[in-house]
DNA sequence: CTGTTAGCGCCTTCAC
DNA sequence: GTGAAGGCGCTAACAG
């Protein structure tokens, strides 16, 4: 194999005395006969061709790439995600493009105008918020897009989320199965999408149960340092003998902060995540959390969109995902588990 | 603005009444006068025009994309890593294409061929063996590359890696100067570079220190359930009054595991991880850990590739980033914190 | 300052 | 089954 620096179908044809279209066709296992066949791939080795992504991709239409765009690379419900999407494109035959768009509504607008660049074939987005120019845009964008959470108005895309509203309800079933009344709710922000549809989820569930009794906090956003935060100030209200959490990273402030103060977990008070992370096992006692299929949304999405891209003109698909309870410690006695 | 759904240079130098280099000019912000650019600005908008990534790419050379490739994206190590780089590479203009390898070490080879064809303009590589046959192949990249830990042998690229000897020596000598002296050792595979890199540190920093008693369990991977087993095996040969781990789910899982058989942490045993990741706030007390300089490893890997993208002939650097330790409860009493 | 032109490397009809 | 030729959308000489 010699040098790869350059070397292109012209290089390799003169090599095996060929015209190019037939290392072409060979290279893309299309019928040739076995001479041919024999002589390009010896001079293809030789040479150490590989076809060049750009030109092909510039002449058939297709980059082969997905692009991602979540809002934190960091946050582990968006890891879990991002496994499992590269996963499902990768072994499709596509490479994934990761846009970690931040914080700003605005990097989410830029994105969906640069990704008409063509660099992509397809995006999927997990949007934090939807603000009313991102509608629009979407809308006009020339590839196919996924979405994961809430659509904004108007607008009729593959969509894939989760039922927060029921993910709440098992969280709050569960606590009142064990006798716990005063259920408190610590959230992230409330102007986020799933901010948004988590407390809506809450006051949902207690009322459906004729709870009165309700304390909800919001942290800043939805990280740990936060939650700590949260956690303390829920606590100076007074001991609730149950917190729910609007996801794992704030359930393990609450519970470090509780038991800090003296609380026994579950017996004092119970806490029940949401996202049913990685890091609900890690922690002592391990958190009860409300998985919202964060994986099988990652992954429903991704196939959503290679269908698509299979076939641009199938009708629009919305997708709910059921959530389901994952039950340890933080919530139940060992000996109930 | 119209249908973006195709719109070439040709379409809006002529609703410009211009020719197409002059509308490539004014894109990419080349003189021109006055009144061309206006008129381009203007069909541009109208038309919804976006230059075409790939055809670009094929003429400039360039792709404007880096690759990373990691083993694993769901560890916290790797993630920290992945959004630091993010950063680095998007703040400079580029893409970051994601390839997750996997295990298997011939993924990494498939991606060192697959490179060569040309997707991204260079490579981040962190490979978790390193096998004979990468050598070879790195060396026939034609693409810069830089790796992230240890070379193969023979292999001149630009390089960054920990100085986990030192590491493990900062945590060595914490644990001694607080009086410790049966310090046990729950690694990850031997087989693997950080899983050597870490043992080499250990055996040297005891034996520096004169320390003769030494107890190693090597965990099947670096997850957290397999620490779990893992500080089971250890705590069944007897209760060591320190240990150091490989990395910082390790260290949870000895601390559940210590904790959960009743030992008090750090009073009865003294716990330290390594690469000093967000979850070991996460612990309770929190986790004392060496932090390999994991984020500055990645952000100097994406500097210097960015550096040979625009010099490539420029010497090559290997840089060794020195480790720091961040003392948290996990192995000193609250007031000397 | 602006327009014309020649490719970048590849795939794909179209004749042979 | 194989070769010749056109063009994907763009940039960078080179003329004018």
New binding site residues.
């Given amino acids: 194999m010699a040098d790869p620096r ?8 003169e090599r095996a ?9 060979v ?2 296992g ?8 024999e002589r390009v791939r010896a001079a293809a080795a030789e040479l150490g ?4 992504a ?3 991709s ?4 297709r980059t082969e790439q997905i692009a991602l765009a979540v809002a934190d690379v960091g946050n582990p419900v968006y890891v879990g995600m991002m496994r499992e999407i590269s996963r499902v494109v990768t072994k499709a035959g596509y490479r994934l493009v990761l846009s970690s768009t931040g914080i700003d509504p605005k990097d989410q607008i830029d994105l969906l105008v640069s990704l008409n660049r063509g660099y992509a074939d397809g995006l999927i987005m997990s949007p934090l918020r939807v603000p009313e120019e991102l509608g629009t845009q979407l809308r006009s964008s020339r590839l196919p897009i996924v979405i994961i959470g809430s659509l904004p108005p108007g607008a009729e895309l593959d969509n894939v989320r989760a039922d927060s509203v029921a993910g709440m309800a098992l969280a709050v079933d569960h606590l009142a199965a064990q006798g716990r009344t005063r259920i408190a709710f610590v959230n992230g922000p409330v102007d986020t999408v799933p901010g948004a549809a988590r407390r809506d989820g809450y006051l949902k569930a207690l009322a459906a149960r004729g709870i009165e009794d309700r304390t909800q906090v919001d942290a800043r956003d939805f990280t740990y340092q936060a939650g700590l935060k949260a956690a303390a100030t829920l606590l100076e209200k007074g001991t609730p003998d149950a917190i729910v959490c609007a996801n794992d990273l704030l359930a393990i402030a609450a519970l470090n902060v509780a038991t800090r103060r003296g609380l026994k977990i579950p017996d004092d008070v119970a806490i029940v995540g949401m996202d049913d992370t990685d890091i609900a096992d890690l922690a002592n006692p391990a958190i009860t959390s409300v998985d919202l299929g964060a994986t099988r949304r990652a992954r429903t999405a991704a196939r959503l969109l290679l269908r698509r891209l299979e076939k641009p003109d199938a009708p629009v698909r919305q997708v709910v995902i059921e959530p389901t309870l994952t039950v340890r410690g933080s919530s139940t006695k060992e000996e109930n588990l």
Same sequence: chains 1, 2.
Avoid: C, F, H, Q
């Fill in positions: 350059k070397s292109t179908l012209v290089l390799v044809a005395g060929v015209s190019i279209a037939s290392v072409s066709r290279m893309n299309l019928p040739a006969s076995e001479r041919v066949t061709y590989v076809p060049d750009t030109a092909r510039l002449k058939v239409g």
